[in-house]
Nanobody, 120 residues
Framework: QVQVVESGGGLVQAGGSLRLSCAASGSTSGINVMGWYRQAPGKQRELVAVITSGGRTNYADSVKGRFTISRDNAKNTVYLQMNSLKPEDTAVYTC??????????????WGQGTQVTVSS
C-alpha cells in the first residue's frame, strides 16, 4: 500500500505565494507520476500539475507561468510552488501518486487534501 500525505496549505492574500509538499511512503516502487489536483466548491476536480519520474511536467493552462511543480525522486516527494495566487485558485488541493503498468492500466493513490484559500 502507498500512503500520500500533503502539507503546506493555508490562507494567503491575492498575489501571494504558497508551497505545497506531498510525500509518498510505503510500497512506492514503480510510482512514476505524481501531481496535484484541485477541487473548488461546486466544481469538478481538475488537474493542476503533474510530473513524471523523468521530470516531464504538465500544467493546467490556468496556472502556467505561476505554478511550478518539482520532484525529489529519492524522497518520493513532490512540491508545488504557487506564486501570484488569485482568488480563483481557492480549492482543496490533493496530491496523487500513480503507478502505471502495461496496457494503460494504473493504480492511483490519493492524499487527504489540503485547503488553499486566496483572499481578494
Amino acid at each position: 500500500q502507498v500512503q500520500v500525505v500533503e502539507s503546506g496549505g493555508g490562507l494567503v492574500q491575492a498575489g501571494g505565494s504558497l508551497r505545497l509538499s506531498c510525500a509518498a511512503s510505503g510500497s512506492t516502487s514503480g510510482i512514476n507520476v505524481m501531481g496535484w489536483y484541485r477541487q473548488a466548491p461546486g466544481k469538478q476536480r481538475e488537474l493542476v500539475a503533474v510530473i513524471t519520474s523523468g521530470g516531464r511536467t504538465n500544467y493546467a493552462d490556468s496556472v502556467k507561468g505561476r505554478f511550478t511543480i518539482s520532484r525529489d525522486n529519492a524522497k518520493n516527494t513532490v512540491y508545488l510552488q504557487m506564486n501570484s495566487l488569485k482568488p480563483e485558485d481557492t480549492a482543496v488541493y490533493t496530491c496523487n501518486a500513480r503507478r502505471t503498468a502495461a496496457w494503460g492500466l494504473f493504480d492511483d493513490y490519493w492524499g487527504q487534501g489540503t485547503q488553499v484559500t486566496v483572499s481578494s
